[in-house]
């Protein structure tokens, strides 16, 4: 581009440690700038060119849109996140939705950003390290901004998957509790005929089963596996 006598002009570009992928942007006239290497090759600026408040701008506008990305695939890098998850992060960062948007809609077309895997790998993980109900891993899934619809689906396809029922899941979560409880706990819940301790363990058991989003049959078939569970 022919420079203007009025325009200012790129005099020098300075690489910025670690690994020189932003570099320092000095001018003839002003204060120098730091930019994404990528964003001056996208414009394809380099030392001598003049630098027009116009084109200043769309320079600064691709630098933000490598700003950005790579601050996404940085949150990517740590652990899987949902589309909403990972939104919430970057506008919490200071970067306009608009752009936001675009970003994730360019990571989810080259497969970096899909909720239903991310939401099958959480609810694989949950059954295997601390067992939930169905509605209580929906719940979570939502929390993560998951859509109910999609949420309900995966967990239906990961128990049918693990060939697990709700029942067996609450049975898992009935097992892990009565082994933290302590000899008189046990002794109450397997007592013959109801005492107010076995109805105040009984109470406890309950509580703890749909805090963790079991309800209905499963939770019942738990509550009355935990006598005979209880004297072994």
Not at 70 to 97: D, I
Request: overall charge positive; hydrophobic content about 40%.
């Amino acid at each position: 581009m022919p420079r203007k006598g009025s325009d200012t002009c790129i005099t020098r570009l300075e690489p910025l440690r670690p690994r020189g992928l932003q570099m320092r942007v000095h001018l003839d006239r002003g204060e120098p700038f730091d930019v994404a290497l990528e964003a001056l090759e996208r414009m394809g600026l380099g030392v001598g060119d003049p630098l027009p408040p116009n084109r200043r701008h769309h320079l600064l506008d691709a630098d933000a849109e490598v700003k950005v990305r790579e601050a996404a695939l940085n949150l990517l890098s740590h652990r899987a996140r949902t589309r909403a998850e990972l939104r919430r992060k970057l506008v919490g960062k200071g970067f306009r939705p608009a752009r936001v948007d675009l970003c994730l809609d360019r990571l989810a077309e080259r497969g970096l950003l899909d909720d239903q895997a991310v939401a099958s790998a959480f609810v694989r993980d949950r059954i295997r390290r601390r067992p939930r109900g169905k509605g209580r891993l929906t719940q979570e899934l939502r929390a993560k901004g998951v859509a109910d619809a999609m949420a309900r689906a995966v967990v239906d396809e990961v128990l049918d998957d693990e060939n697990l029922t709700e029942d067996a899941l609450a049975m898992q979560v009935l097992e892990g509790w009565l082994k933290r409880q302590g000899p008189a706990t046990l002794r109450a819940l397997s007592a013959p005929g109801p005492t107010p301790e076995r109805e105040k363990a009984r109470r406890r058991l309950h509580g703890y089963l749909a805090r963790r989003g079991f309800g209905g049959p499963a939770l019942t078939a738990a509550l009355d596996a935990a006598r005979a569970l209880a004297k072994r």
